[in-house]
């Protein structure tokens, strides 16, 4: 059971700390309320609400919780309203509700100078884009390089295309045997969200050698409803195009068509939602239909990207479901990328990071990658593009002057990646050191809500 703590300080502001409860974006969060008059914070919360978390794809199980809410007090000396003064702040253990882990050492700060507000930077041109081709796609190079047959797949890849009924395999000049078949069906279906009227079921037929001369896939629309549906579609990708367009790197393209994609879906099951055409013309998908998207994006951008199928532990809860999501290639190395745990439509801050470009180490903390997936994933070992470091967030210790420096930095807002310490250490920390970080981020007055989700901290000030 996932316990969210309501903090209130005596010191003119009010700390909530909201653990999410899912990552799913259909899964309504509790929320507190907060007033400051003469100096006297006071919360009311939401006491003992239920939250509903609903996974609708096949294999994502309906989980239920019921979230109960603790409110502790806790006083702590005034703080120095001397600039530059050093104060010294003591952690005090909440007296209910969840254990506190840590407890940190009291730190001296000096105060964070705010640099004077520059004029808004230029808006750059916007860069070509040009597709990745058929044959750089991560399945086909596989059968490539590993003895399979790329001329069929690229037999059924054009006949799915022109949505034929059944498609001859005898031109192909391979003799294919119901394993080959299988294999290079897998990496075509992986390869091609772009052809989402297909549902990945087929049929065939073998001669009396066991040779398969052809394959019938089955389709989920007639022709002119996939005619009418593809331009749709094809509208929906140039407007998002658009947008990554102005990114200069493939990092910044990746991340506008991450956000941008979180931002257009909802977490909701339907006729479509496990396809592209539900997450980027109906605006509902569960986790396929975020991945299948997400990957044709980046196919559009000029990017490699994989469709990967595993479990994953949903956040705020303790049990693994079915899940896909994405391994995506930036600067030549590989990097997992999450869409739909990242999507928070229903939180104070409906697009977080918390999943995105992650290294194997740190997605296999809640992913698991499934051993039945047409290819082996490739090595996700590195960094560099990862959004905590690219972004200057990450935390392996905690100092007041790195987390008023994010604060000033983010204009009142402060966005923690933890690499090394669990949540709740680093809230015990906080909670510690609130009026040293304060005073040195002129926070003074203010109230400060958290969001939490992975190893992604958000902090906002009001």
């Known amino acids: 059971m ?9 010191l003119a502001f009010l700390m909530v700390i909201t653990g999410l409860t899912a990552c799913g974006s259909d899964e309504p969060q509790t929320s507190g309320t907060s007033s400051t008059v003469s100096g006297t914070t006071t919360a009311t919360t939401l006491e003992n609400a239920a939250v509903s978390t609903t996974g609708t794809q096949s294999g994502e199980p309906t989980v239920s919780e ?13 703080a120095s309203t001397t600039t530059g003064a050093a104060v010294s702040t003591a952690a005090t253990k909440p007296t209910g509700g969840n254990k506190v882990t840590t407890t940190a050492a009291t730190t001296v700060k000096t105060t964070v100078t705010t640099q004077p507000q520059s004029k808004p930077p230029v808006k750059p041109n916007p860069v070509k884009l040009t597709a990745l081709s058929t044959d750089e796609y991560y399945g086909y190079q596989y ?14 890849a054009s006949g799915i295309e022109k949505m034929q009924d059944e498609i001859s395999l005898e031109n192909t000049g391979v003799a294919l045997s119901e394993k080959d078949l299988k294999s290079v069906m897998r990496c075509y279906h992986a390869d091609y969200p772009q052809h989402f009227w ?52 493939e990092y910044d393209r990746e991340l506008i068509l991450h956000d941008a994609l979180a931002d257009r879906v909802k977490y909701v099951d339907g006729t479509n939602a496990h396809n592209l055409y539900g997450a980027l013309v109906e605006g509902k998908a569960v986790c396929e239909g975020y991945a299948r998207a997400f990957q044709y994006l980046l196919y559009q951008a ?10 994953s532990v949903r956040p705020g809860s303790s049990k693994g479901e079915a899940h896909a999501w994405n391994v995506v290639k930036i600067n030549g190395k590989y990097y997992h990328t999450d869409v739909t745990w990242d999507d928070q439509s229903d939180s104070l801050f409906s697009v977080i990071h918390a999943f995105f470009d992650l290294n194997d180490a740190f997605i296999k903390e809640g992913h698991t ?48 990646y933890l690499s090394k310490n669990t949540v709740n ?9 609130l009026s040293d970080i ?21 902090i906002t000030t009001k």
């Open 198 to 249: 297909y549902n990945g079921a087929y049929s065939y037929v073998m001669n009396g050698s066991g040779e398969v001369l052809s394959v019938k896939p089955t389709y989920t629309m007639t022709t002119s409803q996939k005619q009418t549906a593809q331009q749709k579609v094809d509208k929906a990708v140039k407007d998002l195009l658009e947008k990554a367009a102005y990114g200069q790197t």
């Open 438 to 458: 304060s005073a040195a981020a002129n926070l003074k007055g203010k109230s400060f809500s958290i969001q939490y989700c992975g190893r992604e901290v958000i």
């Open 369 to 416: 990658i499934s051993a039945d997936n047409p290819y082996p994933i490739p090595s996700c070992n590195s960094t560099n593009d990862s959004y905590f470091v690219h972004e200057n967030i990450e935390l392996k210790t905690f100092t007041v002057d790195k987390i008023a420096e994010l604060f000033v930095r983010g204009n009142g807002t402060a966005t923690i």
């Open 143 to 156: 059968l490539a390089g590993n003895g399979g047959s790329t001329a069929v797949y690229e037999c059924v």
């Open 66 to 78: 019921t979230v109960s809410q603790d409110v502790t007090t806790v006083t702590e000396p005034a």
């Open 302 to 311: 000029g990017m490699q990207c994989l469709f990967v199928e595993g479990t």
């Open 425 to 433: 250490e680093f809230l015990t920390w906080f909670q510690a050191n």
């Open 2 to 10: 996932k316990t969210i703590r309501i903090v209130s300080f005596a």
